[in-house]
């Protein structure tokens, strides 16, 4: 490969890690900041729920919709405009002045992220190798879990210097950088002489979507993603209120909590992985982890003031045991044909991301279901939140289990 070919190939490379990076930043974001937002703006548990979640509604809507775009446009112009909208969402949630705005803002976050992940592999299956395409996918996974990581302590101890605003003010302009490197870096890949594109119509990717949905166990598959909310509501949205209301943790010791959590779920990508190949099971592996899951909620939801160290283990094994999404893909494109694989994952994804949504306006709701005492949601109503998050969890795995299982080794 040319000096020029190679250093364009890594520019390409920098630029995606850093889309993985954005995108899983302000998922978590939200989390470490959700006690000073919800003081600044005086949110009640129920809205701040409802904030959390409209960044997962809107990202699990615009998962076929960014398909579409990718397949009709190209990887340039679909993410340089959906980055439009992350950085706009980013904009509006710095200056945000009402409660409606960190929605808008949210949503709008949110239908800009949608796109990120499915075009940074759109990118790479155009510019690499078949035998790397695992390797670079893997890696911009790794990378991107970074951006969890850097929402967690290194996020806390910014913000005993700076106020949420000006926080999320310097990463709409690291976001708006980002656009203009894809808008005038991302290069599509020449096309074949004589090759040509066949796009198809909106009525022909809904009824392949309606034909994935049709394939016996996909049914099931989609509720794999609620066990997973355990570990979002917690990382995005409730687990920093809950250290600090129940535990009485500051804002560095929060973040040092939710960190070692994010570090146990950027383990659990790859062993997890590991252990459904050396179960040559994904079925075992994903039921395993969620069971685990559901005990560890109980847990949470049962015993009244536990010590911190023994709620610090319990995130970091709930982080670890719930990061199985790939898993669940894997397990979608052995069940749906070649032909319409991609929206398999897609219908899988998406599944999953509104089961997050849903999960956080269900614990925001029952945590404010009990009345504040001086502003604080009292403990039995986090615990009352973790129980129905496992009662929830188990039930999906019981739809879950009957599933035609996948052999990773054949």
Not at 199 to 215: F, M, P, Y
Not at 233 to 245: E, K, N, Q, V
Not at 364 to 371: A, K, R
Request: hydrophobic fraction near 55%; charge should be positive.
């Amino acid at each position: 490969m040319p000096r020029q070919t190679q250093s364009i190939a890594i520019a390409v490379l920098v630029m995606l890690y850093m889309l993985g990076f954005t995108n899983v930043f302000l998922r978590n974001s939200l989390g470490i900041m959700a006690p000073s937002i919800s003081q600044d703006m005086a949110l009640t548990p129920e809205t701040l729920s409802i904030v959390a979640s409209a960044f997962f509604f809107a990202y699990g809507l615009m998962q076929i919709p960014s398909g579409m775009l990718l397949d009709r446009f190209g990887a340039r112009r679909t993410l340089a405009f959906l980055l439009l909208f992350t950085t706009a969402g980013a904009a509006l949630f710095a200056a945000a002045q009402d409660t409606s705005q960190l929605i808008l803002a949210r949503v709008l976050m949110g239908v800009g992220c949608a796109g990120i992940f499915s075009g940074a592999f759109f990118v790479i299956n155009q510019r690499v190798s078949a035998e790397k395409v695992i390797t670079q996918t893997a890696l911009l996974n790794s990378f991107a879990a970074v951006g969890g990581l850097c929402a967690t302590a290194p996020l806390a101890a910014v913000l005993t210097v700076y106020d949420w605003r000006a926080c999320f003010l310097a990463f709409t302009i690291g976001v708006a950088v980002l656009l203009l490197a894809v808008l005038f870096g991302l290069r599509e890949p020449a096309r074949p002489a004589g090759a040509t594109a066949r796009h198809e119509s909106l009525g022909e990717i809904l009824a392949g979507v309606r034909r994935a949905v049709a394939q016996p166990g996909i049914k099931r598959l989609l509720v794999v993603g609620i066990p997973i909310t355990s570990q979002t509501t917690i990382m995005s949205a409730w687990g920093a209120p809950y250290l600090r209301d129940v535990h009485q943790l500051d804002d560095i010791e929060r973040g040092a909590v939710m960190f070692a959590m994010a570090v146990a779920g950027v383990l659990g990508h790859p062993l997890l992985g590991t252990i459904a190949r050396l179960l040559n099971s994904i079925r075992s592996t994903i039921v395993g982890g969620a069971m685990v899951a559901c005990l560890l909620l109980a847990a949470l939801a049962g015993i009244k003031q536990p010590p911190i160290w023994l709620v610090t283990a319990i995130f970091v094994v709930l982080g670890f045991v719930t990061m199985y999404p790939m898993l669940a893909f894997a397990h979608a494109r052995a069940l749906v044909p070649g032909e319409i694989v991609g929206r398999g994952v897609a219908v899988t994804n998406m599944g999953i991301m509104m089961a997050i949504a849903v999960s956080q306006l269900l614990f925001g709701w029952i945590v404010g279901l009990y009345p504040a005492i001086d502003g604080t949601p009292p403990e039995l109503a986090y615990r009352a939140g973790f129980a129905t998050i496992a009662g929830v969890s188990l039930s999906a795995v019981f739809i879950y289990a009957p599933i035609r299982d996948c052999r990773p080794r054949g």
